[in-house]
């Protein structure tokens, strides 16, 4: 599914998620106002883009742990074996995975070609490995602006709701009729204000650990990545060097 639609529906549906929650919630719930609403709503897409961060993750690490994957891909590369290694990487599946076929498979494809030197070899291989990686990271990092932005617009949305409740409780103190204040209207003022405070806050807190989570899973991502990458390019080159010595 394309990011835009997937958005656009995780919006929709977050937005009547929110008003037919709020609707239902109790009365002193509903005192906070339609951004109540708007606040569960951001919860909702919270929720939702979390999950999808989890599930893409989770494919992107691949099928086995990547240490075990990196060892045959190793060994089948120190034996010569490149279809072995290709064949390892179709199985593991993963941004690692595709990253290092797509060198390996390049290699595959230069290293008979004598009009090239074996530097030029080398360097066809890490091209085909940044282009394959420049790829994958957008991936890894998709959604994460949108989760620091629901953290910073809960943030603002809950001030507004706490804003406007307070305006509402002042005005029930600003219009005593005889000096006496209208209990209710404060009430309600005061309820609004507190509870789109807490929305708020709760979206915020969620949005931001969310976040930098994520943030450090795929730091982590790219540096497994980087580091496999070196690695395989200094077999192939070592290789290369066995094969000029010889």
Known sequence: MKQGLFTTIVLVVALATGFIIWSNLPDYLQKGGYLV??????????VAFIL???FTL???????SVQAFFKKIVESLTSGDYKSAMAACDKQRGSCANVLRAGVERYTQVK????????????ETQRAIEEANSLEVPLLERNLIALSTIASISTMVGLLGTTIGMIRAFKATGHAAGGVIDATSLATGISEALVNTAGGLLNA???????????NKV????????????????????????GSGA
């Open 37 to 46: 609403a708007l606040l569960i709503a951001l919860t909702v897409m919270l």
């Open 52 to 54: 999808e961060r989890l």
């Open 205 to 215: 807190i969620i949005g931001i650990v969310a976040y930098n989570f994520f943030v």
């Open 219 to 242: 730091d982590s991502f790219n540096y497994t990545i980087d580091e496999a990458s070196y690695e395989v390019v200094q077999l192939l080159k070592s290789r290369e060097g066995r």
């Open 112 to 123: 008979d070609d004598r009009s090239l030197s074996a530097d030029k070899r080398i360097e």
């Open 58 to 64: 989770r494919k992107a690490r691949g099928q086995m």
